[in-house]
């Protein structure tokens, strides 16, 4: 509190410090609050009043949503959000997320759609509700300062004059539905592109040629794939592209004989049933750029599926870390294309493909996980040939499988792999029981 005036009698008022904030610094705080909450700052001094309206980042989510007036029909609460943007905002708008899981269809997203191309949106996020599948209008394809796009749940169709986003550095496709001719001429017409996400995209077809690109993440189905032109391509992750019987039909060595770059490889059971099949000794080219591979939902009980994973285990000289994620075959009805564990016969073959790591060295394995370890022989095997075979291993962790069609228990697991030989002194082993 101020101290008294004694000559006056009353009190001397404290400067108004938010009214005289540079303008820099009010729109600092402004950015980082919630939308709903920076708009509620304009009754905070004359001067904060219409701050909100310079905001260049805008964010309309669930949590937005869930305070607005339930009692309002979700087009009319959608409109009187879109009718203050419209109305009452200047300047640019950079970035832009529309994320609400309960809004259907509404005629004022075109508008807004229209309203951000004309404003250098650059950032944009449109992420609609599962069935609710939105065509993107005419104007989408105007916007042309946009580097970052995501999408769910839409529907593109391209206009005969679109020549691509020649600014776009990151494009994110989910659930998204686009003819499979038109994907890998906009990706090719985006010459900056580096990131590319495509999960559960609509296609069976995908070709790209992209000589920025850095990380292709692809979840989905689809029958032909084809990276040409990506010699910057550090990480790659193709997760159940196994589709329509194409397994084997994909030459894993000519495959990643486009990636000379690559640091980080993440495939799943059927993608590597996508290349299985006549497997080769070893890659007839070098790829020493490779540090970490990550085989998720796994299964070492089929020749060729474990010839395809030890290949790769055995092409990559300088590969520092392994992850395993192990599935077990009481899972299996999950999938269609499922193939029965093996008997004893192609058990011992596949035995005889683990013990051909004996003859290789990972001088540069650090860390190693595998998850869902039930102690079946080629996992056991694999497990021991590691941790002789690595003479930098610093960690291995193992997580046992669930299940009471386990061949041991979790006990016996343990007991056994602290029998193994370990070729690194600085080796740790950690076995989570629970």
Avoid at 418 to 434: C, D, I, N, W
């Amino acid at each position: 509190m101020p101290p008294k005036d004694k000559k006056r009698g009353s009190r001397a008022l404290a400067p108004d410090i938010l009214s005289n904030l540079p303008d820099n610094i009010i729109d600092a705080i402004v950015m980082r609050l919630p939308l709903r909450d920076a708009v509620r700052t304009s009754i905070l001094s004359k001067t904060w009043r219409y701050n909100w309206c310079r905001l260049p980042v805008w964010t309309i989510d669930q949590a937005l949503w869930d305070v607005t007036n339930n009692a309002i029909s979700p087009t009319t609460r959608f409109t009187n959000i879109i009718y203050h943007l419209l109305t009452l905002h200047v300047g640019p708008i950079s970035k832009f997320t529309l994320s609400i899981a309960t809004l259907g269809n509404c005629p004022k997203i075109d508008n807004l759609i229209y309203f951000l191309s004309r404003n250098g949106i650059q950032h944009l996020v449109l992420q609609f509700p599962r069935g609710n599948l939105y065509k993107l209008p005419s104007s989408f394809f105007t916007c042309s300062q946009i580097s970052h796009l995501s999408l769910q749940n839409c529907l593109i169709m391209f206009p005969p004059a679109f020549k691509g986003f020649e600014k776009l550095v990151s494009l994110e496709l989910c659930d998204v539905t686009i003819p499979s001719k038109f994907i890998g001429s906009l990706i090719s017409c985006c010459p900056l592109l580096e990131h590319l996400v495509l999960h559960s995209t609509i296609t069976n077809h995908i070709q790209i040629r992209a000589p920025k690109l850095r990380s292709f993440d692809f979840t989905g189905k689809l029958i032909f794939l084809s990276l040409e032109s990506v010699p910057l391509l550090e990480q790659l992750s193709l997760v159940d592209t196994g589709y329509s019987g194409k397994a084997g039909k994909c030459g894993i060595a000519k495959f990643l004989e486009s990636f000379p770059a690559l640091k980080h490889l993440h495939l799943d059971y059927f993608s590597v049933r996508f290349f299985a099949g006549e497997v080769p000794k070893l890659l007839p080219f070098a790829l020493n750029s490779l540090k970490r591979l990550h085989l998720s939902e796994f299964s070492l009980d089929e020749l060729d599926v474990a010839s395809c994973a030890l290949y790769l285990i055995k092409s990559f000289p300088f590969l520092q870390e392994i992850e395993i994620e192990v599935l077990l075959s009481s899972f299996s009805y999950v999938y269609d294309d499922w193939v029965e564990p093996a008997g004893g016969d192609v058990t011992s073959e596949i035995l005889e493909k683990v013990k051909s790591l004996s003859n290789v060295t990972l001088n540069h394995l650090r860390v190693v996980e595998f998850a869902g370890i039930t102690g079946t022989d080629p996992e056991m095997q694999l497990i021991k040939l590691l941790l002789a075979k690595s003479p930098k291993l610093a960690r291995m962790l193992i997580k046992p499988g669930v299940g009471d069609d386990t061949p041991k228990s979790r006990i016996e697991v343990l007991a056994e792999i602290t029998q193994f030989r370990r070729a690194s002194p600085r080796a740790e082993v950690v076995y989570k029981l629970a």
